[in-house]
């Protein structure tokens, strides 16, 4: 009873907040210590509401305030679970994504190119999806922007058009954009940020009646002035005004995969645009193109990791769907595929002395070629050879796939009466030698 008295209270000074924030009476300093007041209070939970133990994930210190020109920083999370990372924003970077167990993690964001503050959040999720999650969240002052000079031009004919319960913004894309922005303004405030996506169309799926289109261009180092607005007006809203629409949302767009760790030990990251009124995303997987999609997981933000990725020249394909806050699923996206590297052609090759012999004036080496996890094939094998008279080593290439190479030594015989003589083998991934073997020409013996 106690504990539930506790929650009360907390809740009701929390919705006090809200109210004060909400007031327009605070200064924006002020604001903003109403607000990390209010993550310190609720950005971690570690058990149900009946007392009953859960996961526990929980982050040392709830946010990471960082200047316009970027930097790193440590935190410390507390677990007793196994969990994974989970963020929306592509200037903000997390290492590692993933861990079992109490960690030191970082958190290293971008310089900002644009001439407002932005914040995101950083969400820490037990890897069985279940109750216990944790965030951050990240804040970084606004940087010189569009008020300097850009290399992006301003979007040009944006269009929008009203689907039903829906609205499509398109616009002609700009030259050197990675990305545009899309703000929406409802016509009782400023423009807030829409979307984020990465071809020159968009969709709002939960429009409110009254609505105001912007669309600025981006990439790495810039960003464009923001377009002129466009109007829509959607009788209604979006299904009556019901926050999630009781329709289907659309189907996320943009999606891609990459490996964001090596051939080794991959990690496989699919991200996809996020899909406005969407409350999560289903992730679907497949061994080929057309064949049957399975469900692998859910995230609550436009980004998930594989935790079984294909390996040694296999291929995946990957689907997703968003859900909304009424539980309508939308149609699959487009797949997008991943094909992992085969162990031959993802390593640079290796090999190791056999029986080296000198018979006459003639020296043979023999080594046998490495093989399994680590080791690739080689594409080229070079016999390298010291000539002491011209001070360097000569190299004649011999079969990709030679195990044994023999020389004539007598004019390669340097003033201390040694021989030195090697293999060099490599492919695409890089080279390897173990070293020169020495032939002591006096003793007749080989000194490794």
């Known amino acids: 009873m106690e504990t539930n008295e506790k929650t009360k209270r907390i809740h009701t000074a929390i919705q006090g907040l809200h109210k004060q924030l909400n ?14 007041s209010t993550i310190v209070l609720c950005a971690c939970s570690s058990d149900d509401d009946n007392g009953t133990a859960t996961a526990q994930l929980n982050i040392d210190s709830p946010s990471v305030e960082v200047g316009s020109e970027g930097g790193s920083a440590n935190r410390y999370i507390t677990s007793n679970v196994q969990w994974y990372v989970s963020k929306s924003a ?7 994504m993933q861990g079992s167990g109490s960690k030191s993690i970082t958190i290293t964001v971008d310089p900002n190119p644009y001439s407002y503050p932005r914040n995101t959040n950083v969400y820490f999720l037990p890897s069985d999806d279940s109750d216990g999650e944790c965030y951050l969240t990240v804040v970084q002052s606004s940087g010189s922007g569009s008020s300097g000079t850009s ?19 398109t616009w002609s894309a700009v030259s050197g954009a990675t990305k ?13 940020l829409m979307s984020t996506v990465y ?6 799926s939960n429009p409110a009646e009254k609505n105001y289109y912007k669309i600025q261009a981006a990439n790495s180092t810039s960003s464009s002035e923001m377009s002129t607005s466009v109007y829509a007006y959607v ?5 009556g005004g019901n926050e999630g629409g009781q329709q289907k949302p659309a189907a996320p767009t943009g999606v891609r995969v990459s490996n964001e760790g090596n051939a080794m030990l991959p990690s ?16 679907y997987k497949a061994s080929s193109a057309t064949g049957t999609y399975s469900m692998i997981g859910s995230a609550q933000y436009n980004v998930f990791t594989d935790q079984t990725p294909p390996t040694n020249g296999k291929s995946a394909y990957y689907k997703v769907k968003s859900v909304n806050s009424a539980g309508f699923t939308s149609d699959y996206s ?12 993802a390593f640079a090759p290796g090999y190791k002395y056999g029986s080296c012999t000198a018979s006459g004036s003639t020296i043979t080496l023999r080594w046998t070629n490495l093989t399994g996890s680590g080791y690739g094939k080689a594409t080229k094998v070079v016999l390298r050879v010291w000539n002491p008279y011209a001070g360097e080593w000569q190299d004649s290439e011999l079969s990709a796939t030679a195990t044994s190479a023999s020389f004539t030594y007598t004019n390669k015989i340097d003033n201390d009466g040694y021989v030195k003589c090697g293999i060099v083998v490599s492919n695409a991934k890089g080279s390897f030698t173990a070293g020169a073997k020495v032939y002591n020409t006096k003793t007749k013996k080989w000194l490794n």
């Open 90 to 96: 592509d200037w903000v970077h997390v290492s590692p």
């Open 199 to 204: 071809t020159n169309s968009a969709t709002d």
């Open 151 to 169: 290399s992006l031009g301003t979007p040009q004919n944006v269009k929008a058009t009203v689907n039903g319960k829906s609205v499509s913004i």
């Open 23 to 36: 007031s327009g009476i605070f200064s924006l300093s002020f604001k903003m210590l109403l607000l990390m």
């Open 268 to 283: 496989v990251v699919i991200r996809w645009n996020e899909v406005s009124g969407a409350t999560k995303y289903n992730v």
């Open 180 to 192: 545009y922005y899309v703000y929406r303004n409802t016509g009782s405030g400023n423009y807030s």
């Open 235 to 239: 009788s209604g809203g979006s299904s």
């Open 334 to 345: 487009d797949y997008a595929q991943y094909t992992s590297e085969k162990n031959d052609e």
